[in-house]
């Protein structure tokens, strides 16, 4: 039987839940196309099935930030998903932050371990830094989800180095993360 993976597309096109903007980028944009590229990936492999949240780039979820985080939480339920994979970009005051980190409800949790492989992967595949999993379980998709979940920050889209990679190269991304699940699960490519 495929293993259920929903992944999640960070943010809306346009508020409520827009993502951050920089640069002239907007993550929402960034989130999408690598989810797109992930879920092409994840559903040429027989091991996987896969669903995303947003199914086209103007597709908004939600009527406010709550509804938003809601509406992508309730599908991944209903669906009965093993895992939920939340894209996101991070953003920082500092512009010489770079590299990717994960986010997870708690620690020693399967979550934990697929934050790790997935880190593994980006950094395999697109040099950037491994900054670490962190844990918040103040997140809605971590604590509301009935399935592991992990939110990747896959870049900072205020370093120019790390904006240049994820829109000059999203595949890289995408294999990176896919890499990263396989890896979680047994399936060394």
Not at 69 to 79: C, H, I, M, P
Not at 145 to 166: A, Q
Request: contains cysteine.
């Amino acid at each position: 039987m495929a293993i259920k993976i929903f992944v999640d597309q960070g943010h809306n096109p346009q508020n409520p839940n827009a993502g951050a903007e920089a640069n002239g980028v907007r993550e929402q944009d960034i989130t999408y196309d690598i989810g797109v590229r992930l879920a092409a990936l994840l559903g040429n492999d027989p091991n996987f099935e896969v669903r995303l949240s947003r199914n086209s780039p103007q597709e908004q979820l939600g009527t406010s930030n709550a509804t938003s985080l809601q509406a992508r939480v309730y599908e991944a339920n209903t669906w009965g998903a093993d895992f939920f994979i939340s894209l996101h970009c991070n953003s920082s005051s500092n512009t010489s932050a770079s590299g990717s980190e994960a986010y997870v409800y708690s620690e020693g949790t399967q979550a934990y371990t697929m934050g790790q492989r997935i880190l593994e992967g980006l950094h395999d595949m697109t040099g950037l830094a491994n900054r670490g999993v962190f844990i918040r379980p103040s997140l809605y998709v971590l604590r509301a989800t009935s399935m592991p979940s992990v939110l990747v920050e896959m870049g900072y889209i205020t370093n120019l180095g790390d904006l240049y990679l994820l829109t000059n190269d999203p595949e890289s991304f995408a294999r990176g993360i896919y890499r990263g699940i396989r890896l979680y699960y047994g399936f060394v490519q």
